[in-house]
Structures are given as structure tokens and as C-alpha cells.
């Protein structure tokens, strides 16, 4: 299950953030509250370029949205943050714009 965007439709990223655990018995005292946030800027003598950047969880056994009490069993989770510079002369830019530019998840 995927969670809060895809990381891996950053193709080429020039930086990548990872992380992966698992647990045999997981339980949460209370509803965790996460954020993640990806701020950049390329700066380019032309002038500014623009940053491609993704973040989001692959779970196994473990909904989006945990309850408090609840037992989770044989859990694991991969999470990826991935962040593309692109700018003026990049090969990206001889192949056109690409959707979803300067986006966040």
C-alpha cells in the first residue's frame, strides 16, 4: 500500500532519503502525528531551476491511519524521499516539461 505520493516517479533523482523496518508486534500508545517536508532551491547562473520532489511509505500490515491499543503483526514499512534538480540545460528540458513539476507529496 502506498501512502502520501510516489517517490519512485522521480526518475534519476539526484538525491534519495530511505528508510525500512519491520517488527514481529507493533503497538501504538497514541495516533502518531508525522510530517514530512522537502524544500530546495537550484540556483543556476541563467537563473533559477526547478526541483522534482516525492516522499511516500509502502506498508505491510499496517494501515494508513493506525488505531492506539491496536497489535500489529509481522509489519513492515519502506519509506523514500527523492528529490530531481532540474534546471536550464538539463536533459529534461530537450524533452519538454514534465507533469506534476515543482509538486510535494
Do not use: C
Request: without cysteine; glycine residues 10%; charged residues 40%.
Amino acid at each position: 500500500m502506498a501512502r502520501k505520493g510516489n517517490p519512485d516517479r522521480v526518475k534519476d533523482a539526484d538525491v534519495e532519503i530511505g528508510a525500512s523496518v519491520k517488527a514481529k508486534r507493533l503497538r501504538f500508545r497514541e495516533k502518531p502525528k508525522t510530517r514530512v517536508e522537502l524544500h530546495g532551491e537550484l540556483r543556476e547562473p541563467e537563473g533559477h531551476g526547478e526541483l522534482e520532489t516525492a516522499s511516500g511509505s509502502e506498508r505491510q500490515n499496517l494501515p494508513d491511519e493506525v488505531e492506539p491499543g491496536v497489535t500489529y503483526r509481522d509489519v513492515r514499512v519502506r519509506w523514500r524521499a527523492a528529490a530531481r534538480l532540474g534546471g536550464p540545460g538539463s536533459s529534461e528540458d530537450a524533452e519538454g516539461p514534465e507533469q506534476n513539476r515543482k509538486s510535494s507529496s
